[in-house]
């Protein structure tokens, strides 16, 4: 299973992104996906997260300005970012609450996570 993302940039104050992730491989199910960042010198921490059933959350710090969305035919989740602030500049990491997925010899794994490669997001005049 690979997680890709995209969409990662450098953009003024006030501008706009858009993070996609999409997760390939032959998933059978996925519970909950996000979007968590980690800036330099602190602490990963989650953005927002979609349930399966289309339930969202946000950190305070983003809500009103970041919407998430997800296709759940196509295993994707995206992360429209607005009004971004300097204090938005972190390497944005996509996750999956919950993955399961067969193997090569048809052998079912349920994860609880699973992680894609970070996109840069920087926030800059």
């Known amino acids: 299973v690979q997680l890709q993302a995209s969409g990662g940039g450098l953009v003024q104050p006030g501008g706009s992104l858009r993070l996609s992730c999409a997760a390939s491989?032959?998933?059978?199910?996925?519970?909950?996906m996000g979007w968590y960042r980690q800036a330099p010198g602190k602490q990963r921490e989650l953005v927002a997260s979609?349930?399966?059933?289309?339930?969202?959350t946000y950190v305070d710090s983003v809500s009103g300005r970041f919407t998430i969305s997800r296709d759940n035919a196509k295993n994707t989740v995206n992360l429209q970012m607005n009004n971004l602030k300097p204090e938005d500049t972190a390497v944005y990491y996509c996750?999956?609450?919950?993955?399961?997925?067969?193997?090569?010899?048809?052998?079912?794994?349920?994860?609880?996570?699973?992680w894609g490669q970070g996109t840069l997001v920087t926030v800059s005049s």
């Open positions: 996750h999956i609450d919950g993955l399961g997925y067969y193997t090569d010899y048809d052998v079912p794994i349920a994860m609880k996570d699973y």
């Open positions: 491989g032959r998933i059978y199910s996925i519970s909950g």
């Open positions: 979609i349930s399966n059933s289309g339930s969202t």
